[in-house]
């Protein structure tokens, strides 16, 4: 399985930004996408999560803010980030799994967003 994201950069406090992440190769059994993100000496940390046939999942500091959404006709899973803040700064990644709600055992490659305040 290979996740390809895009969609970070750079946005002032209050903006908007949307991520994606395309799944391919063999994804048939892969139920569970989603988000998590990683700042400067922090852990990483659960954004939000959507598996087929069940409910968003979202992180304590993104809910009503951010959104999660999937495609499953192009295996694709969508990141709406709204009234941005400098803390929302990080590193974010896709993930997959097999099992929901729980952390998926594939990643893609980092995309930052940077929050300017």
């Known amino acids: 399985v ?6 970070g950069g750079l946005v ?15 994804i048939g059994s892969i139920t569970s996408m989603g988000w998590y993100r990683r700042s400067t000496g922090k852990q ?12 968003p999942e979202y992180g304590n ?8 959404s999937r495609d499953n006709a192009r295996n694709t899973v969508f ?3 709204n009234k941005m803040k400098p803390e929302d700064t990080a590193d974010y990644y896709c993930n997959a799994g097999f099992t929901p ?9 980092g995309t930052q967003v940077t929050v300017s305040s």
């Open 44 to 55: 990483r940390e659960l954004v939000a999560a959507l598996s087929i046939g069940g409910t």
């Open 12 to 26: 002032e406090a209050g903006g908007s930004l949307r991520l994606s992440c395309a799944a391919s190769g063999v």
């Open 2 to 7: 290979q996740l390809q994201a895009s969609g």
């Open 79 to 81: 990141l709406q980030m």
């Open 61 to 68: 500091s993104v809910k009503g803010r951010f959104t999660i």
């Open 101 to 109: 709600g729980v952390e998926g055992a594939f990643w893609g490659q």
